[in-house]
C-alpha cells in the first residue's frame, strides 16, 4: 500500500473521536490532538499521530495512564509553581503548565512551573512555540524512561531529556531548538522499526560496549537495560559525549528536584515484579516576557538579524543552504499543508482498527 495523505480536518476529526472514546474529555483531547498533530506539521513523524495508539491509547487501556486529568496545584507562587498531574495525560499537564509560566510572566517579568506525575508529553517544542507566539522565551524539558549511558558507563541510566528553548524572531517562524541530549531518541528507534530499517552504528551501546544495529533487539533491550543510548556527541569522550550526557543530568535533576518527582530507574514503566505502573515522569516550563527587558519588538529584530546573519554565512563546498532552527519544520509545514498527514501501513491499520473497536462513522482515503 504504501504511503498515503489523510486530510488534515479528516485525521484530527478521527483522533478527537478516538480519544473521547477512550475517556479523554472534549477540551483535553482537542489539546492532546493539536500536539500530535503539530508533530506531524513539523514533519517529526516519530512523535505524531503514529504513536497515538501505542503510546497514549494502549497505556490508557493499561492502566496506567488516567484519560481524565487531574491538574493539582501543590505549591504556588507569584513566578512560580508546582503541580502534581496524578498520571494524567501529558499533553494536557504541559499545556496547562506553559500557560502558567506564561500568564506568571506577563506579570512579573519570568515564570516557572515544575510538573510531578506526568506521562509523555509528546513534542516539547509544541510548549515553548506556546510562548513564542506570546512574545516570550520558552524553554522546557522533561526526563523519560532511562535510556542514555553516561559517558564510559553502559547502564541505561538517564532519559533522551530534550533541553527545549524556543525564541521569537521577527520571521515567519520561530527558532526552536527541540532535540534529545542523546544521539537518537527511542521514538526515532520506533520509527526505524516500523520500517523494518536497522540502527546505525554508534547510536546504541550494548553491555559489551560495542554498538548495536538491529532495531527490535534493541528495543527490547532498552527496556531490560540490556542496551543503552549514547549520549549527544558519542561514546567516551574523544567527541564531546560527556557534554550530552552533562546537559541529560541537568534536565533529569529540574525535572525531579524542584517537585520531588521520580527519576532515573524510577521512570521504568515496571514494578519490582515486573507489571506495568505508571511513568510518573517530571518536567519543567520556563517563559521570559521580552517587555520585560529592552521590548519585544526589539527581540524579535535582533534575533531575527541573528538567524539571517547565519543562513547568509558561507556556505561548505557542497551545500547551497544554510538553516536555523525552526525553519525546516516551517518547510514541511508548507510542502504539507495542502496534502495532510502522510501515514504508513502499519498506522493505517491501527487507526482502522480503533474506528471499527469504537464504531465511528470514518472512510480514509486509503479505503476508497
Known sequence: MGQTYIPWELMERFLLAAFQGYGVPEEDAKIVVDVLMESDRRGIDSHGCNRFKPIYIDRIVAGIQNPVTNFEIIRETPATAVIDGHDGMGQVIGYRCMQMAINKAGQYGMGMVAARNSTHYGIAGYYVTMATDAGMIGITGTNARPSIAPTFGVENMLGTNPLTVGLPTDEEFPFVLDCATSITQR??????????????????????????????????DLIGGDAALAPLGGIGEEMGGYKGYGYATVVEVLSAALQQGGFMKMLLGIDENGNKRPYGLGHFFIAVDTNAFMGEDSFRKTAGDIMRG??????????????????????????????????????????????D??????????EQ
Open 357 to 366: 473497536m469504537l464504531k465511528l462513522d470514518i472512510v480514509f482515503p486509503f
Open 310 to 355: 547565519l543562513r547568509a554565512s558561507q556556505k561548505a563546498p557542497g551545500h547551497d543552504r544554510i538553516y536555523t532552527a525552526g525553519e525546516k519544520e516551517h518547510i514541511v509545514w508548507l510542502e504539507r499543508k495542502d496534502k495532510g498527514v502522510p501515514v504508513g501501513d502499519a498506522v493505517k491499520k491501527e487507526i482502522a482498527a480503533v474506528r
Open 187 to 220: 521514538g526515532k528507534l520506533e520509527l526505524y522499526a516500523r520500517e523494518g530499517k536497522s540502527t546505525p552504528a554508534g547510536m546504541v551501546i550494548g553491555r559489551d560496549g560495542g554498538a548495536m544495529t538491529d532495531t527490535e533487539q534493541i528495543l527490547t
